[in-house]
């Protein structure tokens, strides 16, 4: 190999007689298919998913419907009564053009309302993955299917919060 190849192109006009045997090349390489992904429905006709963020789980289940959002029993607007809340929750289905198609059941548990809503926008973009495997592209382009990994950093000994030292004095 006196010869160093710089490009691809200098591959191709490589032969056999200058160094490679045929055995290093293989001779047919079998180019496979990526078929897309099934979606994923039960009996039910429901599509199942877990969404964190914080300390917040919320599990979500979509099937076609007039709309309505039900969070642990409630409403949607009962229970988040925050506008900005349900925005966060609506972003998946406002990005995938699919607002009003689902009607979405949900529990949530742990955490303040803003972590669960942020649990509920992360499951329901999953769950609408595995019953249109279709919308993939558009939902992670918008970063919806990232979890948000942040979470609160714990209390150490000698200190009153995380980092937070008690007040000094002199005396």
Known sequence: ??????SLSDL?????????TTTDVPE?????????????IDP????????RR????????????AGRVTVNGKENE?????????????????TAGREGQYDIVCTVTGGGLSGQAGAVRHGLSHALI?????????????GFL?????VVERKKYGKAKARRSFQFSKR
């Open 28 to 40: 047919a390489v079998d180019v496979v298919e990526v078929a897309p992904a099934e979606p994923q």
């Open 44 to 51: 039910q006709g429901r599509s199942y998913a877990t969404g």
């Open 130 to 142: 595995r019953y249109e495997p279709s919308l993939r592209p558009v939902l992670k382009k918008n």
């Open 54 to 65: 914080k300390d917040a789980v919320a599990r979500v289940w979509i099937k076609p419907g």
């Open 1 to 6: 190999m006196a010869d160093e190849k710089q």
């Open 12 to 20: 191709k006009t490589l032969t056999e007689g200058e160094g490679v």
């Open 78 to 94: 009962v229970y988040f009564a925050r506008p900005v809340l349900r925005m966060i929750i609506n972003q998946p289905l406002v």
């Open 146 to 150: 990232t979890r948000d990994s942040r």
